[in-house]
């Protein structure tokens, strides 16, 4: 009986190894969907769809971008946790969903490493500290003295409680010693018409987002949050250089899979996103977008998540930020 058993496991083995390349092959054979925990029109979902429209001619199959924002992107990154893992639904995480809600939040209704199988890293795009132009600020410096001078009067704006743009806030107040007010709005693309309209003072902003209001002239950016400068802002300095030291956040978008996707096909959307990002014409689009392309296999990604949690959550415990 044991002998007979031995023999059937190892059929199965057998078997399984043999099925994982033709798995990888004749995947996909129906369309995929991405979702997202942010709104539409945000970075996440225009990075989403320049990297979607590009996977689904490599894979010959459509790509269907579908926004779950809410809860700071908790309720989107719940859906992706919970979804079959097929290889049919991904998810396009950031330093939001897969940096500081962990780092944060006690208690999530998902694990954000253990529920979540990397597949590839798309880009990394900087913040940029920008304000009305109606302030006649040009510098951090000139900001800070103002807001120094106008006590619990200035605010600012993000894309709700929670979000990296709350953080990035928060991490000024720390960091200059400022009081100013945060007003949540419900995404990114509100939160920068509150700016345009003259409700709040400032905000972080992701270079995709913001990219267009700089060029027009319609807001007027003081410093960018990466540790160096964007080479698409190359005149703007780090807020390091500006003065705050130790002020060093970068915005990500990377694409992950349901815990326990088959491996051919992650390693299969892993080859194919990395084959894409190495091309001139790629480069190109996600410069276009403020963005840099990273090259990274999937383990190399899971390290990176975890290193993002675990620096989000030196800086909270560091700066005494709290979600009040």
């Not at 940029?128 to 200035?154: C, E, F, H, T, W």
């Not at 949540?184 to 309209?197: D, E, T």
Request: proline share 9%; aromatic share 6%; hydrophobic share 45%.
């Amino acid at each position: 009986m044991n002998a007979g058993f031995a023999a059937i496991a190892r059929l199965l083995v057998l078997a399984l190894l043999g099925a994982a390349p033709a798995l990888a092959q004749n995947y996909p054979a129906k369309p995929i969907r991405i979702l997202i925990a942010q709104a539409p029109g945000s970075a996440t979902d225009v990075i989403s769809r320049l990297v979607g429209n590009r996977l689904s001619e490599a894979l010959g199959q459509p790509i269907v971008i579908e926004a779950r924002p809410g809860a700071g992107g908790v309720v989107g990154t719940e859906a992706a946790a919970r979804s079959a893992p097929d290889g049919y639904t991904l998810f396009m995480a950031n330093n939001s969903t897969h940096g500081s809600n962990p780092a944060v939040y006690a208690k999530l209704p998902y694990d954000a490493v253990g529920d979540f199988a990397p597949v590839a890293f798309v880009a990394s795009v900087p913040y940029v500290l920008v304000v009305d132009p109606s302030l006649q600020v040009k510098s951090v410096p000139q900001l800070i003295a103002l807001a120094k001078s106008r006590p619990g009067k200035m605010n600012y704006a993000s894309a709700g409680n929670g979000s990296t743009h709350h953080f990035c806030g928060e991490l000024l107040k720390s960091l200059a010693g400022v009081d100013m007010l945060h007003i949540p709005y419900k995404g990114s693309p509100p939160a920068i018409a509150g700016l345009l309209g003259g409700e709040v003072s400032l905000m972080f902003a992701n270079l995709t987002d913001i990219g267009a209001q700089i060029r027009s002239g319609k807001l007027t950016p003081l410093a960018v949050t990466t540790p160096k400068r964007a080479p698409s802002l190359p005149e703007l300095p780090t807020l390091s250089e500006a003065g705050l030291t130790g002020f060093e956040i970068t915005s990500w978008f990377g694409l992950l899979a349901p815990a326990s996707t088959p491996a051919p096909i992650v390693a299969r959307l892993n080859a194919e996103i990395r084959r894409l990002a190495a091309t001139p014409a790629e480069q190109q689009r996600v410069a276009s977008q403020g963005g840099l392309p990273v090259d990274f296999s999937p383990a190399e990604f899971t390290a990176f998540i975890q290193r993002e949690i675990d620096g989000w959550g030196q800086v909270i415990r560091a700066n005494n930020i709290r979600l009040d």
